[in-house]
């Protein structure tokens, strides 16, 4: 299929070659002062093929959000991918796959430690009964057991 380049960087990628779960680095800015943004796509599922349901999405973002920054204050945002496959962990600054993928594990560790879903009440979330503790889990030890795959994004 031939289809014109887009501007979305994502729109690029031919999701029916990936090989999920990995980490990629799906994009590089140097902003105007020097500042370098760093965007990762950490997907949890196969494209097309799977997904995550929606209180798992939800509650990943708020135990990712939140215990990331135990971690690294080089953290800017996690955000969820729309077609639920998975999400973009917005980095301040360049980093290199290991760094990346210590700092994944160690927050999705923290996760599989937890207890409640931070932020799961109508005063600090939009929808606070829209969360799975044992969802974000599940997820998270699904996603750890295959790290060693996490840096081949395609088929081999």
């Known amino acids: 299929m031939d289809t014109p380049r887009m501007n979305v960087e994502s729109f690029n ?13 799906a994009d590089l800015k140097v902003l105007p002062a020097g500042d370098v943004l760093s965007k990762y ?31 690294s204050d080089r953290v800017l945002d996690f955000s969820p991918m729309g077609c639920q496959t998975g999400f973009y962990l917005m980095l301040q600054g360049r980093w290199d796959e290991a760094e990346v993928a210590d700092l994944v594990a160690a927050t999705l560790t923290d996760v599989l430690g937890a207890t409640e879903v931070p932020a799961a009440n109508e005063v600090q979330c939009g929808w606070g009964a829209n969360h799975t503790l044992t969802g974000a889990q599940e997820a998270a030890r699904t996603f750890l057991a295959a790290r060693d795959g996490w840096a081949q994004v395609t088929r081999a």
């Open 13 to 25: 990628l031919d999701h029916r070659t990936v090989d999920a779960p990995y980490i990629r680095l």
């Open 41 to 71: 796509d950490v997907r949890f599922t196969q494209p097309n093929a799977a997904h995550l349901e929606m209180p798992t999405v939800h509650s990943l973002e708020h135990l990712f959000a939140e215990h990331s920054r135990n971690h």
